[in-house]
């Protein structure tokens, strides 16, 4: 079932435009594009087939039928969140199927009403999504709090305390909390007895015509 969330976290992170880790994001088109579904599949299950040109065109739209779920449970309409889970486990027909080839154990497979990788994908996608918002995992589902970033997440840490899609957000809001909270410091470089700076700077200004190191080469 985790293959599956992952999947759907990847597949709305590469093909949805919006922003990325603090910058505008355009989806890949034309030949990156179909790079980018095959590697987002790939992430669930790694025996997947490179999907056609085609194929990736219809995974935008898949994207972005999950992206409006996410969305839902980051806004807190969770009702919202499964009327979309609904409609989309109707319209794929999902079907989940236990499988078992190549010698691997036996595992779910989700089928939908054709027999189209864009249609078993979405109809495992939406399964995926609905155990996760049927069960008590449901606020997990997640979209980055950073400034000007709104990729999507699953929160797996113990603690569901996630915030971010990245690291690299993470960082971006601490260094930005860190320069916050040293831009309200009177003195930028406390060093010893010196006056305090309006002080300092006062008579500094007072003294616009002589060199600051007057005193030195005197
Ligand atoms: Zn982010």
């Not at 994001?25 to 299950?45: D, I």
């Not at 989700?110 to 606020?139: I, K, N, R």
Request: hydrophobic share 40%; charged share 20%; with cysteine.
């Amino acid at each position: 079932m985790d293959a599956v969330v992952t999947v759907a976290v990847r597949l709305v992170n590469a093909l949805t435009a919006g922003e990325a880790h603090g910058r505008p994001y355009a989806p890949p088109e034309g030949g990156a594009r179909p790079a980018a579904v095959t590697a987002a599949l790939r992430a669930g299950r790694r025996d997947t087939r490179e999907v056609s040109p085609d194929e990736a065109a219809e995974f935008v739209g898949v994207a972005e039928g999950l992206r409006a779920v996410f969305d839902a449970m980051a806004a807190g309409r969770p009702d919202a969140a499964a009327r979309l889970v609904n409609d989309m486990l109707a319209a794929t027909g999902a079907r989940p199927h236990l499988d078992r080839h190549d010698g691997e154990p036996w595992h779910l497979h989700f089928h939908g009403v054709e027999d189209s990788p864009v249609t078993g994908w979405a109809a495992g996608c939406a399964t995926g999504l609905a155990v996760v918002l049927g069960s008590d995992l449901q606020g997990r589902l997640g979209v980055c709090t950073a400034p000007r970033c709104d990729r999507v997440f699953v929160d797996t840490s113990r603690n569901a305390t996630r915030r971010f899609c990245s690291t690299s957000c993470q960082n971006r809001v601490k260094t930005a909390a860190f320069r916050a909270a040293h831009r309200g410091c009177v003195s930028p470089r406390p060093i010893g007895d010196d006056p305090p700076s309006n002080v300092h700077s006062g008579a500094s200004s007072a003294n616009t015509d002589q060199p600051k190191n007057s005193s030195a080469s005197a």
